[in-house]
């Protein structure tokens, strides 16, 4: 079988990743003269947790109808949405030579369930990918920024992460950098102030690199 390329856009709130995903998504799929591409790649875009009936369901469940849920009740459900994502929508579209083009994955729960939430990072990483048979991203892409600055730009009524403490969001900032420093190989980070043209044209340039 035809083995696709698999892209996950990664960062703390406000950093712009599901712009900037829709965005890659849509380049892609334009012919690439630069590479001699007549035509532009196949493409499926999908968003962790959501895209399938369960994730979109969980989406709301944990982002906006709960009150308190537990770092590790949150990871599991987490991870059990990516599990379906995985096999619904995933690895199918990888089968078949496609690029797939991810809103979050693995590295979300790693940094907000295990650096900032305090689910201990390695039983976390290990139980994840094993969830999803081992399938990790060929690239990631953290847009990096303050949590000041990130937390600034999100407009209208805040989700139930959003609301979370500013040492909270730094944490996370910080999981994000540690899972770089880990895997440079597959994680590159993009300053995210940057205007979202620059950003996009640096993103460009790291997925034709890998």
Same mark, same amino acid.
């Given at each position: 079988?035809?083995?696709?390329?698999?892209?996950?856009?990664?960062?703390?709130?406000?950093?712009?990743?599901?712009?900037?995903?829709?965005?890659?998504?849509?380049? &892609?799929?334009?012919?690439?003269? @630069?590479?001699?591409?007549? +035509? #532009?790649?196949? !493409? $499926?875009?999908? /968003?962790?947790?959501?895209?399938?009936?369960?994730?979109?369901?969980?989406?709301?469940?944990?982002?906006?109808?709960?009150?308190?849920?537990?770092?590790?009740?949150?990871?599991?459900?987490?991870?059990?949405?990516?599990?379906? &994502?995985?096999?619904?929508?995933? @690895?199918?579209?990888?089968? +078949? #030579?496609?690029? !797939? $083009?991810?809103? /979050?994955?693995?590295?979300?729960?790693?940094?907000?369930?295990?650096?900032?939430?305090?689910?201990?990072?390695?039983?976390?990483?290990?139980?994840?990918?094993?969830?999803?048979?081992?399938?990790?991203?060929?690239?990631?892409?953290?847009?990096?920024?303050?949590?000041?600055?990130?937390?600034? +730009?999100?407009?209208?009524?805040?989700?139930?992460?959003?609301?979370?403490?500013?040492?909270?969001?730094?944490?996370?900032?910080?999981?994000?950098?540690?899972?770089?420093?880990?895997?440079?190989?597959?994680?590159?980070?993009?300053?995210?102030?940057?205007?979202?043209?620059?950003?996009?044209?640096?993103?460009?340039?790291?997925?034709?690199?890998?």
């Amino acid at each position: 079988m035809r083995r696709g390329f698999f892209i996950t856009l990664e960062g703390p709130e406000g950093s712009g990743k599901s712009t900037q995903a829709k965005r890659l998504a849509a380049a &892609l799929r334009r012919p690439q003269p @630069r590479h001699r591409r007549r +035509r #532009g790649f196949r !493409v $499926v875009e999908v /968003r962790d947790p959501g895209t399938t009936s369960l994730g979109a369901r969980l989406r709301v469940v944990l982002l906006h109808e709960c009150g308190h849920v537990s770092s590790m009740a949150e990871a599991l459900l987490f991870i059990a949405g990516r599990v379906q &994502l995985v096999e619904e929508r995933i @690895r199918p579209a990888l089968q +078949r #030579g496609a690029v !797939v $083009v991810c809103d /979050r994955f693995h590295d979300s729960t790693m940094t907000y369930q295990g650096d900032a939430g305090g689910v201990p990072v390695r039983w976390l990483d290990e139980v994840g990918r094993r969830a999803i048979g081992g399938l990790m991203p060929d690239v990631t892409i953290v847009l990096d920024l303050s949590p000041q600055a990130g937390l600034s +730009r999100v407009r209208g009524a805040k989700d139930r992460m959003e609301r979370k403490t500013l040492a909270f969001h730094r944490r996370v900032r910080r999981g994000y950098r540690r899972i770089a420093r880990a895997e440079p190989h597959r994680v590159v980070i993009v300053n995210a102030t940057q205007s979202a043209h620059k950003i996009h044209h640096q993103i460009m340039e790291i997925v034709w690199h890998h």
